[in-house]
């Protein structure tokens, strides 16, 4: 089983300020089958990007990601009210189980 | 757009078997691109991926669930459905189901999620 693991568990921001978030995997992974989503309370998970590096239908251009092999990072720019939440990355290594992330909220500072 | 919501009870007794139906709309589960799963998370945690089936019904579990887990398709109906046997306490969770891309595994469309709770 890939294990992912998320950091910082919490990041305290300002609105306007970039958020980075990490996400290292205990094996590598096809960057093709890294993905993020964030949640807010009370709602399911809402996709951001998949491959990797790509975004989702709908994700502003202020989400972006990368990386390969184990380290692959979410970057938010000019975090706006609305994306204080929490943040998850998955894997889809091929075999099962896909796994997730532990999360990192990004709060409000 | 592609909808999805579960449907179930809401207690179940420990012991017993829980069962949630997910239904689609605005789109089929018999497309070949995409595979249908269960996601849970228990409250103030993180997201456990359970099991996933593919068109044709072959299926992959968690093998966190120790062979508890079943998950199969209605295609008349267009749902798919999870059976989680012998449950405890441990099993209370909000239960998710999704789509999944099958080309880069993510999930794209998720229900609202439904609160199973597991309880005497």
């Known amino acids: 089983e890939i294990v992912l693991t998320q950091s910082p568990g919490t990041l305290s921001l300002s609105p306007g300020e970039r958020a980075t978030l990490s996400c290292r995997a205990s094996q590598s992974v096809s960057s093709s089958y890294l993905a993020w989503y964030q949640q807010k309370r009370g709602q399911a998970p809402r996709l951001l990007m998949y491959?990797?590096?790509k975004r989702a239908t709908g994700i502003p251009d202020r989400f972006s990601g990368s990386g390969s092999g184990t380290d692959f990072t979410l970057t938010i720019n000019r975090l706006e009210p609305e994306d204080f939440a929490v943040y998850y990355c998955?894997?889809?290594?091929?075999?099962?189980?896909?796994?997730f992330g532990g999360g990192t909220k990004v709060e409000i500072k | 757009q592609v909808q999805l919501q579960e449907s179930g009870p809401g207690l179940v007794k420990p012991s017993q078997t829980l069962s949630l139906t997910c239904t689609v709309s605005g789109g089929s589960i018999s497309s070949g691109s995409y595979y249908w799963t269960w996601i849970r998370q228990p409250a103030g945690k993180g997201l456990e991926w359970l099991g996933r089936i593919f068109i044709g019904g072959s299926t992959n579990y968690n093998p966190s669930l120790e062979s508890r887990a079943t998950i199969s398709e209605d295609r008349s109906k267009n749902q798919f459905s999870l059976k989680l046997s012998s449950v405890t306490a441990a099993d209370t969770a909000v239960y998710y189901c999704?789509?999944?891309?099958?080309?880069?595994?993510?999930?794209?469309?998720w229900g609202q999620g439904t609160l199973v709770t597991v309880s005497s």
């Open positions: 491959g990797a590096s």
């Open positions: 999704a789509r999944g891309d099958f080309f880069y595994g993510q999930f794209d469309y």
């Open positions: 998955q894997q889809y290594g091929g075999s099962p189980p896909l796994t």
